[in-house]
Nanobody, 127 residues
Framework: QLQLTEFGGGLVQPGGSLKLSCTVS????????IGWFLQVPGKAREIVAC????????VQAESVKGRFTISRDSAKNTVYLRMNSLKPEDTAVYYC????????????????????WGQGTQVTVSA
């Protein structure tokens, strides 16, 4: 049974770092695309980054390029989002989800095409 669970959010000061974890069960990461998304109140969920089954990792959100990195540990069935140089505008609930087609080689940006959404983890960047 597919299940994704996010960990690692919290309160951090501007300029700080966090590493979010997405533990995955029920599927194999080596053939599935996992995406990280964020959502702020009143706005639509948007993609931050994704990693495909073949390990191609891309950061999609222009506002976080150069600061955020997506990676995975297939042995631990976990996908990570490393967030550096955090800004107050990064404050959001962060989610991970699975793109339900396997062996996809490019990052799919539309969150409506993903499934397996977890509860999300709150990231608050504030002094």
């Amino acid at each position: 049974q597919l299940q994704l669970t996010e960990f690692g959010g919290g309160l951090v000061q501007p300029g700080g770092s966090l590493k979010l974890s997405c533990t995955v069960s029920g599927i194999t990461l080596d053939v599935n695309t996992i995406g990280w998304f964020l959502q702020v109140p009143g706005k639509a969920r948007e993609i931050v980054a994704c990693i495909t089954g073949n390990g191609s990792a891309t950061v999609q959100a222009e506002s976080v390029k150069g600061r955020f990195t997506i990676s995975r540990d297939s042995a631990k069935n976990t996908v990570y989002l490393r967030m550096n140089s955090l800004k107050p505008e990064d404050t959001a609930v962060y989610y991970c989800a699975r793109f339900p087609r396997t062996y996809v080689s490019t990052c799919i940006k539309n969150p409506g095409l993903y499934d397996g959404w977890g509860q999300g983890t709150q990231v608050t960047v504030s002094a």
